[in-house]
RNA sequence: GGUCGGUUGGCCGAGUGGCUAGGCAGCGGUCUGCAAAACCGCGUACGGCGGUUCGAAUCCGCCACCGACCUCCA
């Protein structure tokens, strides 16, 4: 529980020991999907990031509320008109229910995030179920003086609260600057400032999710849900509120205004932000268009994909690179994470092999420390895996005979491998790793490999090349090794 | 234009003042009937220019290039 866990913080710019607001819990609250589209690789980042953070903290002995929540407001609009064209007409009738597309892309998130490995999280709260709450927020800010009612719409002083607190404390942004950046943009006419935001938006007539109030029917603002969940969920002063960088202006920093208003403080201690997924040196986002969907990931059906991905490849690929640095995918950066994989994968059953010796030329304790020390360091987990990638390598030249380790740290050893590849990594064996763990397929191709041995011993090559042929086209990989062959299942 | 961040060997990607990150690819070797795997060895990288220092990829300054945010976006 001593763990000395730094984490950087948005807020300060530098990196803080992690100590939660009350012992021995953890208040986590992470930006969600918006779902109305398919996720594609920059979901998969937060989501891998802060399941990270979560296992870790988790394994630290914490009891963490985790808290991530789906958008499913104020994104959908109805472009249906009242033309006469009979396949608008068509399209309407056919059209799905907002919630149906809310439902259908929920459960695609959902199910992309299991391939991912991704743990739930202890709550996945809506936005469309908090509208109550949020109303209720919206009277509280009122109330205090810091939101004004504009034509059905209530938006948030930016300038008032600036005046009494500090508006950009964390994206560093500077309210006289925001004023120069100003854009004409749709509602303008309402607001104050430019940079006021909307706490409830009067729905205009071609949005179709809009809930009654008593200001209009509308929708509410884009950063409160935020705000009010996490406070429902986690209290109004929780530890870690994380998300990706693109959300840190104006979102987050929205979301800090509000319920600095609405609940006297500052909503969260720490500020995670995990960088973007870039491709050809580009933001992948959906506003770009460039974007890789999971599904296109897992099946190879993108033509920017040489090849299929499996999900922890795709796991792996965003673990070897630290959650604050942008990645760029690429095919050839793809294909060397998956080979890596294998590798590591190889060696953690390999640890099964090993036969103890009377001595150890490994240092298992050292391994150890320097495993937590990368975590302990801003979740360093490519520097993690590049010690997992050392312990591989000692537990090769263990079963090559050139290293050796005692029966006790062999087994600490498998031990903290499992708790760092699997726990916390998260990590998982291949559908074919699983096979090859079947006793009955085990004792088969080891029956087949007997046989082969026989005819290496007879010097009969052709019937053993031809054994390890046939077996390499169904699939199973065969290792000569010191002691007989091995197998694996690509 | 403003704010912030980045530029590391063939590719990806750690590293923040001296000590081999790691992975992939490549080359040489060991092992093997051959192959694969594994193991051993090799490459001697830090955008440019200047400064600080005994010593800088790492600190400072200037320049170049790239990106993020400023508008929905992970």
Known sequence: MDSKLYIYNTLSREKEIFIPIHPKHVGLYVCGPTVYGDPHLGHARPAITFDLLFRYLTHLGYRVRYVRNITDVGHLENDAD???????????????????????????????????????????????GHIIEQLQVVDTILNKGYAYESNGSVYFDVAKYNNDYHYGKLSGRVIEDLLNATRSLDGQTEKHNSFDFALWKKASPEHIMRWPSRFSDGFPGWHLECSVMSAKYLGDEFDIHGGGMDLLFPHHECEIAQSTIANGKMPAKYWMHNNMITINGQKMGKSLGNFITLEEFFTGSNSLLSMAYSPMTI?????????????????????????????????????NKVKPSNSSSFDVNMFKEK???????????????????????????????????????????????????????????????????NEVLNEVVSLLLKLRGEAKANKDFVTADKIRDELLKIGFVIKDGKDGATWELK
Do not use: W
């Not at 792996?316 to 942008?326: D, G, M, N, P, V």
């Not at 690429?330 to 390999?350: C, H, I, T």
């Not at 600490?412 to 096979?435: C, P, R, S, Y």
């Open 371 to 437: 495993c937590y020390a990368a975590l302990n360091d801003d979740l360093n987990s490519p520097v993690l895996i590049s010690h997992l990638f050392e312990a591989a390598k000692a537990i090769n030249s263990m079963i090559a005979g050139l290293m050796m380790i005692t029966a006790d740290d062999l087994e600490k050893l498998k031990t903290l491998v499992g708790l760092f590849v699997f726990d916390i990594l998260g990590l998982k064996q291949t559908v074919a790793e699983t096979n090859a763990n």
């Open 82 to 128: 009242e033309g006469e064209d009979k396949i608008a007409k068509k399209a309407r009738l056919e059209e799905l229910e907002p919630m149906e597309v809310v439902q259908y892309y929920t459960d695609r998130y959902h199910q992309f995030m299991d391939e991912l490995n991704v743990k739930k999280p202890s709550i996945e709260p809506r936005a469309s």
């Open 315 to 351: 796991r792996f690929f965003i673990l070897q690179a630290h959650y604050r640095s942008t990645v760029d995918f690429s095919n050839e950066a793809l294909q060397a994470s998956e080979k890596g994989l294998v590798r590591l994968m190889d060696a953690v059953n390999n640890l």
